[in-house]
């Protein structure tokens, strides 16, 4: 354990883990971990671990899944999502026709709206 029993201004006791030390131990090596895992890496108990890991999730920085009753892994998300300076607007995909359900398509027009406009 930490040891460190120094309380903020709300009570709570104070950490020197900060959430990106949590994102870098995924960064570092393999991509998913256990709260004990990352409980054992920064000294710290399983369940502070498992509170840490569950606002990281709420931040939409990692993501769980339970792997059986009592077995949940955690791994990062933020690298697989595309910030806007990724997303290139003048990408095709942005100026494909849309079409909803009940706009019928014939046969002849079937392969524009699947795979864009096909010149003939």
Known sequence: MSGNTERDENGQFESDLDDDDIIRYFAEGRPFHTAQEVADRFGI???????????????????????GSRTVVWWHTAATKPTSEEIDSSDPLFSAPTFTVDDP????????????????
């Not at 509170?51 to 769980?64: A, F, G, M, N």
């Open 45 to 67: 108990d399983r369940s502070t671990a498992y509170r840490r890991l569950s606002r990281l999730e709420d931040d939409e920085r990692v993501e769980k899944v339970s792997l």
């Open 105 to 120: 398509v014939g046969e002849v027009g079937i392969d524009d709206v699947l795979y864009g406009e096909i010149e003939r």
